[in-house]
């Protein structure tokens, strides 16, 4: 059996990466949703996956710094 697999997407609260999230999400993979400043959007993406049966979390971190990146795993 393997473990199911991670995905981290960038952008995620919105557009594409919300899309994005959304269909890894039903293909069985577990998200991370990146985001940047809205909160509620973030959330939003993560509770619709979650009602659908999915696993993800939203963390929020700016990955074009990389040590706010760094810093978001604490």
Known sequence: MTSPRTLLITGGSRGI???T??????????VCVNY???????QSVVEAIRIAGGTAIA?????SQPLAAALAEF
Not at 36 to 42: H, Q, W
Not at 59 to 63: C, E, G, L, M, Y
């Open 59 to 63: 963390v929020r971190a700016d990955v």
């Open 17 to 19: 990466g919300a899309a």
């Open 36 to 42: 940047v400043s809205n909160d509620t959007a973030a």
């Open 21 to 30: 999230a959304r269909l890894a999400a039903s293909r069985g993979m577990r």
